[in-house]
């Protein structure tokens, strides 16, 4: 059975520091995916990372898949409250279901 | 373009009742999802369709929860009789193809007394 270990699972810092989620596997994922779930709404896709040490960047949030293609990571620089929410991993199997971490539920204090 | 479209927002009902959900995906999006996410937890796949057949319903609680997607378009989630682990958000995505990008609806939460 897959599984995608999420952590920390819960992260509360104040605006400005920065932070680092973690996504890790012992399985190999053909992609890996980063979504943000906000109260009331479904997970909304922020990248998705497909090579082996591929790095995206997306303003002040940074992405990497691990050279093994079974974790990532994602890096906030200057946290801002807007960032607050739910972020999910998703590893993409052989049949292209998604396997899903629980989630770090991140909270961005002014 | 519309997004995926998802009714009601909110239930409540009481454990040993019905309740139906209802899915709109998004237009020419081929491939529907069903997921459970419980409180702290991340989505859990319930049935997968292409369609109007059924890919994988392998994690779908067939003693109480029935899905259908008869004209391939719209589709609706059943549960018969209610538990009290029930209590969770029910997620729909859609797809155009298996490969592609998923997009969510705002989901329906359901509570169960």
């Known amino acids: 059975t897959q599984l995608l270990e999420q952590s920390p699972q819960f992260l509360s810092i104040q605006e400005g520091e920065n932070l680092t989620v973690y996504c890790n596997s012992s399985s190999v994922f053909s992609s890996l995916q980063w979504y943000r779930q906000e109260p009331g709404e479904g997970p909304v896709l922020l990248v998705t990372v497909v090579t082996g040490g591929e790095v995206k960047k997306l303003k002040r949030l940074t992405f990497q898949f691990g050279d093994a293609r079974k974790d990532s990571s994602l890096h906030i620089t200057a946290a801002q409250p807007g960032d607050t929410g739910l972020y999910l991993c998703a590893g993409a199997g052989s049949n292209y279901q998604l396997i899903w971490g629980a989630g770090t539920k991140l909270i961005i204090k002014p | 373009e519309a997004g995926v479209a998802q009714s009601p927002r909110y239930k409540i009902i009481e454990k040993r009742q019905s309740v139906a959900f209802w899915c709109n995906p998004i237009?020419?999006?081929?491939?529907l999802y069903w997921y459970q996410q419980i409180l702290g937890q991340g989505p859990k796949l319930l049935i997968q369709?292409?369609?109007?057949?059924?890919?994988?319903d392998s994690q779908l609680p067939k003693d109480r929860f029935s899905a259908e997607r008869l004209k391939g378009v719209d589709s609706t989630l059943k549960i018969q009789p209610a538990k009290l682990e029930d209590s969770a958000v029910y997620l729909c995505?859609?797809?155009?193809?298996?490969?592609?990008?998923?997009?969510f609806g705002p989901g329906t939460r359901l509570t169960v007394l």
């Open positions: 369709f292409q369609n109007n057949g059924v890919v994988d």
């Open positions: 995505a859609s797809t155009p193809g298996l490969a592609d990008t998923q997009y």
């Open positions: 237009s020419g999006h081929a491939t």
